[in-house]
Nanobody, 115 residues
């Protein structure tokens, strides 16, 4: 069964850090494009970071210099390192894999940043 499971969310003070993890079962990340999205209350889901073959990464402007997307090929895990967190980063975060043209999603993990 194909499944993506996120973890690492929680409550953190502004200026703090969190690292989100996303473990894949049933598939291998390999060189497939991976991404992290987030959705804040009352807002649309937003693309936060992407990583493509060759290690090319892109970030939405609001997180550039603070967030880092990465993957561990050996353990089939993808990460989102989030530093210098702000209250506006509060959202449910979702991992995403474009696996052979099919979008796969995790269930989401809540990140709450207190000011």
């Amino acid at each position: 069964q194909v499944q993506l499971v996120e973890s690492g969310g929680g409550l953190v003070q502004a200026g703090g850090s969190l690292r989100l993890s996303c473990v894949a079962t049933g598939i291998t990340f390999g060189i497939n494009p991976i991404a992290w999205y987030r959705q804040a209350p009352g807002k649309q889901r937003e693309l936060v970071a992407t990583r493509r073959a060759g290690g090319v990464t892109n970030y939405t402007d609001s997180v550039k210099g603070r967030f880092t997307i990465s993957r561990d090929f050996t353990q089939n895990i993808m990460y989102l390192q989030m530093n210098s967190l702000k209250s506006e980063d509060t959202a449910v975060y979702y991992c995403n894999v474009n696996f052979r043209g099919t979008q796969l999603w995790g269930q989401g993990t809540q990140v709450t940043v207190s000011s």
